[in-house]
């Protein structure tokens, strides 16, 4: 791990400020122990033994440097400090004051007794009692007797004499207590600064500045007549009254100067020679004057700490006082602001407080009512209706004791006629001496009529929701409360999902629901696992149903269709979410199957080899395509999606467009398509013709709605090609291309029975080639076969357009002629003789002349076809019989040129 480098340096500019500041407070820090020092100076040169102040007394006797040097050290709380300061005082008193080792010594070890001596006694815990001056005079009197022993043993100089030591005692006593009772009195003084704070303390006298400057002005002039212009020792008892007098009328500040003031007057008087104590002798009196101020500084702190804890206690009853009423007041103020009646009564039954909501149902109660008469008052009831005895009434029963809760009682107030029910708590209260209320009761009374009507009408609501529940059996309906817990599992949830509802309800709802479900869900939503990813879609007042995999009881799954809702209060926090459930594992198999067939239907129909199209059979869009598939597509010679929309008529062939919108509105209509299959000719683009075979079937949708034609187009083009060449040649000679024997035979049938009617007459020519053998036998079959071909075309040619040549076989020829007049067959049998005899080129560059023997017979009306044939047929023979008794012997040689 790095750290970021510190910023580089500006020269030192920047620190020079922040260290002038630091030496600035630490040099501010050092002027209060520099004012110490000085004023431990002073004191310690103006008290030594050599001081002129003194009047070369040997002792000093306004020795007050242990009760300063006390008080330095005190300004600081950890121990080192105080070492280091009582060092500093001890060099300041050396260099100043004491002379010699055992001066500076006793001064430092008495400071450091004393202080010890203040920790040690919890001075600063207990000035605040009247006992703490003793502690005080405890501390200073051990530091005292240190003080001494420690001069005894170091001095050299001026070692004491033992009857000396009560004297040095007295003296250090004097110089360490008269100053730290003062300071206990000046504002802001005080001793033990490192416990607890320091013994010092505030306070207020009792006088006013016109008083205190009377007292403390007076107190003086008393003390200077007693210890400067009286004689003899009783007299120093006059101080002490003053001193109390001052102690009890001064304020703190006040009282702590005077003390110090009289103190110096005492001793300073003494050291002059002057006062009760001058006729003792100089050490004598200086002692006993130090010993007198010491008196004085006691009582005097006794007395101000005795005051001080007077008004403390006043202070703190009257804070007490201040708080009682606060409490009474906010009590009131609370007991006239709740909703609830809260009626107290004394012990025999008479009412002693009510709040206002107690005062609107008690009305204007006289309060020597007692309770055998609230009946008639209140005409108090049951719930159910049924009187209630005196005796059992709740405020009775907590008079005698009881503790009385949930009792719900119908009261008619004077206040209100309507009979309300109010639910009665009564509990009874203490014996107090002296109180009202001693041995009473409290009542309190909550009008709940709306509220058991309510919770009525929420039981029949829950009545009613439970019949739904149970009658919903192929439906599953669990309620969660705001906290997800289960509080609704109705019976079909208990038979859909194998548990309990006493097994459950509490419970969570996510044991119905396959974790790992609820785990991918609440990982693809970026939601916590639980309930959010159940509830996950839901809006506020709205629902949400989606499938879910839910697990039984045993282990099994099934496929649930999950319905949410929630129900929410006013300020729009959750109350309720209610799951409707049912069971479609079935619905979901069904989906699957047809899931399954729509896909092997559309694979079929996207890759059959045979055109097929689904057809609208929607009135107004009848014969739509709605889709269509690459065969068919192929088919029409369109691409798909140009078919698409397009109706099928427009695509068909104009002659079998007719009835093409009947036949699909019949089938639209009736909902089969029986005899329904059809070859129909479509057109392509380029204007080919191609031939189908089309076989409609109906498709029924799922959801009831009209159906759609899914039409099979078989191109049939090749088949009927096929077909009609396989007519063609059992109906023609393979040959000529002219009809053979039986479509000449069928012709003929349909000719006579149209000429039945029409009576225009039927012809019949039946003609034989002469000639053609010895063709067929002099240049061969090839030839011949020419020969017969070149006959046939000029004999197709010779006729009308809607008559019929045929070759019977061999070289016979027959032609059909209906309507032909009579006066016309001369003409037609000259146009057969030329087409015949014209002379026939073959392959080789021959050329040939054939003739042919023609006969002849007509039919008028209904007659029989072979009959007519037969009599053609002996028609031709005649003819030809005739030709050869009359021909002229010839052959048929190559004719030249």
Known sequence: MTTAPAPPSTGGTAARPDRGRHLGRRWRGLLPDAGWAALVAATAAATRPSSPLLHGADLGAAWPLTGLVVLWVLRRRAWRERVVTLAAA????????????????????????????????????????????CTLLVACLGGALVSTLVQ???????????????????????????????????????????VGGGIGGGGTGGAGPFEAAVVWLGGLGALAVVFVGLDGVPVAFGALPVAVWAALRLAPRWAGAHLLASCALVVGGAVAGRGPFADQGPVTAVVLAQACACVLALLGLVVALHREDRLDAERRLDAALAGARDHAALLGAVHSAVSHGVAVYTADGALLLANPAARALLGDNPREDQPDSWEGTYALRAADGSAVAPAE???TRALRGE???????????????????????????????????????VVVFHDVTQERAEAAEAARARDLLAGVLDGATTQGII????????????????????WAAGEVVGGSPLRFVRHAEVHERALALGVPVGAPALLAGLAEGGHTTRRWTLVRRDGSTFTGEVTLTQTRDDDG?????????????????????????????????????????????????????????????????????????????????????AGHLERLEQIARERTTERASREQRFVRPDGQVRWARTTPSLVEPADGGLPHLLV????????????????????????????????????????LRADARLLAGVTVLYADLDGFKPVNDEHGHAAGDELLRVVAERLRRAVRSGDTVARLGGDEFALLCPGLAAERVPDLLARVDAAVTAPVPLPGGAVVRVSASTGT????????????????????????????????????GRLQG
């Open 393 to 395: 009434l709740p405020i």
């Open 90 to 133: 001890a060099v300041v008193v050396a260099l100043t004051g004491a002379d010699g080792l055992a001066g500076t010594a006793g001064v430092a070890a008495g400071a450091a007794a004393t202080t010890a001596c203040l920790d040690a006694l919890g001075a600063g815990r207990r000035a605040a009692r009247a006992r703490g001056a």
């Open 152 to 194: 005894a043993g170091l001095g050299e100089a001026w070692t004491l004499a033992p009857e000396r030591a009560p004297a040095e005692l007295v003296r250090a006593l004097a110089g360490s207590f008269v100053v730290l009772a003062a300071a206990r009195r000046l504002p802001g003084g005080g001793v033990g600064g490192g």
């Open 857 to 892: 017979a007509t039919a008028v009306g209904e007659d029989d076809a072979q009959r007519l044939l037969d009599e053609a047929d002996h028609s031709m023979y005649s003819v030809k019989r005739r030709r050869r008794r009359e021909a002229r012997p010839r052959s048929a």
């Open 403 to 441: 503790h009385v809760t949930g009792v719900d009682l119908q009261v008619t107030g004077p206040a209100d006629p309507r009979p309300r029910l109010y639910r009665v708590d009564a509990h009874p209260l203490p014996q107090v001496a002296g109180a009202a209320w001693s041995r009473g009761a």
């Open 573 to 657: 926090a959750l109350r309720s979410t209610t799951a409707v459930i049912t069971d479609v594992t079935a619905e979901v198999a069904a989906d699957a199957g047809r899931a399954e067939a729509e896909l092997q239907f559309r694979l079929a129909f996207e890759t059959a080899p045979t055109g097929m199209v689904l057809m609208s059979l929607e009135p107004g869009a009848l014969g739509r395509l709605t889709r269509v598939n690459e065969a068919f597509a192929a088919f029409t010679g369109r691409p798909a999606e140009d078919l698409l929309d397009r109706r099928v008529r427009d695509l068909l062939h104009p002659d079998d467009t």
């Open 479 to 498: 309620a969660t409360d705001a906290e997800h817990r289960i509080t609704v599992f109705s019976s079909g949830a208990e038979r859909m999902l194998g």
């Open 712 to 751: 099979v187009v078989e191109d049939v083009t090749e088949s009927r090609r096929e077909q009609a060449a396989l007519v063609h040649a059992a109906l023609h000679d393979p040959l000529t291309g002219l009809p053979n024997r039986a479509l000449f035979a069928q012709r003929l049938e349909e000719a």
